[in-house]
């Protein structure tokens, strides 16, 4: 019965209408939606979806949940594994992790995983989130550097253990990249982020907004003046690459980071606020990732006439096919295989367009993408009035340089084992970002998750 069921549709925004506001596009199901595309799960003996899961969610069990109508032990299920399920459901890359794996998907279309995770999580959320209970304090306290994913999860975790944990964010609202980084229309703000954020300080976590570790405070100072047993840094990737070519340094060309952060912390999205951002008549996003798809639909929704250059074709793209789907149905213009060479001035030092070179593909890399090579004498321009780069970033490496002894890498990525988040220096363990470069939300859960239990080990003398 359950194969024959068509995966129920989720309704979104009309591209149209969508493309001048920042709601959020996809609506999500409504409980009949949820419980008719829970009824397609095959609850399989082994269930693949959960092995390619980065914190092994018990997806049949919960899906199993929602069928029946039990909402509340779906999501007592989920919180046993994730702690930020509404953010999860909405921007995780479902579709190569466990609904890739799905073996509904093998001959039609694999059960909507996240679309269900994302049901219960605002359930949960409308109805007052999860008691979860936590373990008795022991005394110990844990430092966790860094409020996103990586750091949520991990603190998440210690606090049910019960550690005392504090978390110390640089920036004024707790979050990281759920925060700062995904746009409004993809990820509320409000809605989602915050509240999925109240239900960790339910947990008796305490976060410190405005303190940039490395200069307020030190990682030694934190384990040697505060108090603190152990560190965890998940200070994510924050620091982002250019190009290295001709004109980067004129007026109009800014980091995708810069760019999302403004329009995220800073209200762009909201009319009430005079927020000091320039997108000009047209611009040009350099790059195929989901920052770059989310800088350009941001540059769109300001009223940019908005374009994608990419230097490979549209089948190495790395964005989620969802986002780019997404842009195309908003009138984004990709131009692919195509690479600036060159960034044009006027006269006053502002962007008046960038100079590109054509591309084609030759053998595949090391990332098993073919590499682009350029066709000579294939130069042409792009007229614009803003270039945003979004070619990836990596980590700040304040934490690295004033912490000694902590091993970095060439990209300047903190080492540190996979399995554990064990770092060069005793005490100290790192996850997400800044120990991977820039990589999704879940796989930061899943790092900050594993850390947890490392930490715990290591403070129960279990190492």
Partial sequence: MANKIPRVPVREQDPKVRVTNFEEVCYGYDLQEAQLEASRCLDCKKPRCVEHCPVSLQIPKFIEQVVKGDFAEAARIIGQDSSLPSVCGRVCPQESQCEGSCILGIKGEPVAIGKLERFVGDWSIANGG????????????????????????????????????????????????????????????????????????????????????????????????????????????????????????????VSANEFLTRANLMKAYDDRYDTPIYVGQRVVVVGGGNVAMDAVRTAARLGADAHIVY??????????????????????????????????????????????????????????????????????????????????????????????????????????????????????FAGGDTVTGAATVILAMGAGRRAAKAIDRYLQGKV
């Avoid at 990249?177 to 509320?188: H, N, S, W």
């Avoid at 934190?222 to 290295?244: C, H, K, N, Q, T």
Wanted: glycine share 12%; net charge negative; proline share 5%.
């Fill in 130 to 253: 999860e008691a979860v209970a936590t373990a008795a304090p022991n005394g110990k306290k844990v430092a966790v550097v860094g409020s996103g994913p990586a750091g949520l999860a991990c603190a998440s975790d210690l606090a049910k253990m019960g550690y005392g944990v504090k978390i110390f964010e640089a920036l004024h609202k707790a979050g990281g990249v759920l925060q700062y980084g995904i746009p409004e229309f993809r990820l509320p703000k409000e809605k989602v982020v915050a509240k999925e954020i109240e239900n960790v300080l339910k947990l008796g976590v305490e976060i410190e907004t405005d303190v940039i570790v490395g200069r307020t405070v030190t990682v030694d100072s934190l384990l040697d003046e505060e108090g603190y047993s152990a560190v965890f840094i998940g200070s994510g990737a924050g620091l982002p690459r250019f190009m290295g070519i001709p004109g980067e340094n004129l007026n109009g060309v």
């Fill in 311 to 428: 230097r490979r074709s549209e089948t190495e793209l790395p964005a989620r096919v969802e986002e780019v789907h997404h842009a195309k149905q908003e009138g984004i213009a990709f131009q692919m295989l195509t690479n600036p060479v060159e960034v044009l001035g006027d006269d006053k030092g502002w962007v008046r367009g960038i100079r590109c070179v054509r591309m084609e593909l030759g053998e595949p890399d090391q990332s098993g993408r073919r590499s682009p090579i350029e066709i000579e004498g294939s130069e042409f321009d792009i007229e614009c009035d803003v270039v945003i780069m979004a070619l990836g970033t990596s980590p700040n490496p304040l934490i690295a340089s004033t912490t000694h002894g902590l091993e970095t890498n060439r990209r300047g990525c903190i080492v540190a084992d996979d399995e554990r988040g064990q770092t060069s220096r005793e005490g100290i």
